[in-house]
C-alpha cells in the first residue's frame, strides 16, 4: 500500500464527484469532506482493503478501480480454493468502511479486484455529517437504499434463476452501473463495450456456481449472440433481448446518490 496526501490536490479536481449519478457538492459539503480527507492510498490487485472483523478505523471513498465485499466461508471448494461469497462489485464512487464506522466491525471484507485507488477519510468525523452536511448525508441514505434495491434483485436471481440468467443479469447490472460511471463505450455495430476484469473464480463465488457452470453460462450467452467476453472487455451484443431473457429492469432510476 503506498500514500500521498494533501486534500486539496485531490477533492478539489476529483473526476468522480462530478460523475452526473452524484448529487452536487455544496461549498459546505467540499469543505467538510476535505476536512475528514485524510489521504489517497494505493492498494494492488487482491489485496485486503477491509478485513472481515476489523475495528471501525478505515472509511474510504472508492477513487480508481474495481473491489468486492465478500465473506469468508469454513472448507475449500471443489477446485481447492478457499470458499468465499462474494457480495457485491465495488465501483468507482462507492465508499468502504461505512458499517464499522457506525457498529464498531465489519461482517464482511473488502478485497481489490484490480489495482486500486481510495481516499481515506476520518470515521471518527463522519457522525458530524447529518448536521453539518444534511443535503449530502440524504444523498448517501439514497444511495444506500438504492442499492440494498439493486441487492435484492440479485438474491431473487440467486435464489430462483438459472445459472445462465444469474450471470446475464450480474452483466447487465454492472453494465448500467459503469454506464453512469461514464466508462461503457458503443461500438459502430451498436454493441456496447465495457471493462470485464472478472475472472471465472470471482464470477463463481458471485453467482453461487462452479467454474464449470461458469464457462458453460458464458458459452450459452455467447452462442445465443447475447454478450461475450473479448479480451478484457464485456461486448454486449443484444441488450434487449438479454434484458428479457434475464427478467432484468435497473434497479437505480435517476435519483442522484451521495459521494464523499
Do not use: K
Not at 457480495?87 to 478485497?111: K, M, N, Q
Not at 479486484?113 to 458530524?128: E, I, M, S
Not at 443479469?169 to 471493462?195: I, N, Q, S
Amino acid at each position: 500500500m503506498t500514500e500521498t496526501s494533501p486534500a486539496a490536490a485531490f477533492c478539489l479536481p476529483c473526476p468522480v464527484r462530478r460523475l452526473p449519478i452524484f448529487e452536487p457538492f455544496t461549498e459546505g459539503d467540499l469543505a467538510f469532506v476535505m476536512n475528514t480527507w485524510r489521504a489517497r492510498r494505493a492498494f494492488t490487485a487482491e489485496a485486503d482493503i477491509l478485513r472481515p472483523d476489523e475495528a471501525g478505523s478505515a472509511l474510504y471513498t472508492l477513487w480508481e478501480g474495481w473491489a468486492y465485499r465478500f465473506r469468508a466461508l469454513p472448507g475449500t471448494t471443489s477446485e481447492g480454493r478457499p470458499r468465499r461469497q462474494i457480495l457485491d462489485i465495488l465501483l468507482p464512487g462507492d465508499t468502504i468502511g461505512l458499517e464499522s464506522t457506525f457498529t464498531g466491525a465489519s461482517a464482511h471484507g473488502v478485497r481489490a479486484l484490480t489495482p486500486v485507488q481510495v481516499c481515506a477519510h476520518d470515521p471518527r468525523a463522519f457522525g458530524a455529517i447529518s448536521t453539518a452536511c444534511p443535503g449530502l448525508c440524504q444523498a448517501m441514505m439514497v444511495g444506500d437504499q438504492l442499492d440494498l434495491r439493486r441487492l435484492d434483485e440479485r438474491l431473487t436471481q440467486l435464489g430462483r434463476a438459472s445459472a445462465t440468467q444469474r450471470l446475464g443479469f450480474t452483466m447487465l447490472d454492472l453494465h448500467d452501473r459503469l454506464a453512469d460511471r461514464e466508462l461503457v463505450t458503443a461500438g459502430e455495430d451498436g454493441a456496447a463495450r465495457l471493462p470485464w476484469p472478472l475472472q471465472r473464480r470471482h464470477l463463481a463465488d458471485l453467482l453461487g456456481l462452479s467454474g464449470a457452470h461458469v464457462t458453460r453460462s458464458m458459452a450459452e450467452l455467447r452462442a445465443a449472440g447475447l454478450a461475450a467476453v473479448e479480451g478484457d472487455a464485456l461486448v454486449l451484443r443484444d441488450r434487449a433481448r438479454l434484458a428479457a431473457f434475464c427478467e432484468y429492469a435497473p434497479a437505480g432510476g435517476t435519483v442522484r446518490r451521495g459521494v464523499l
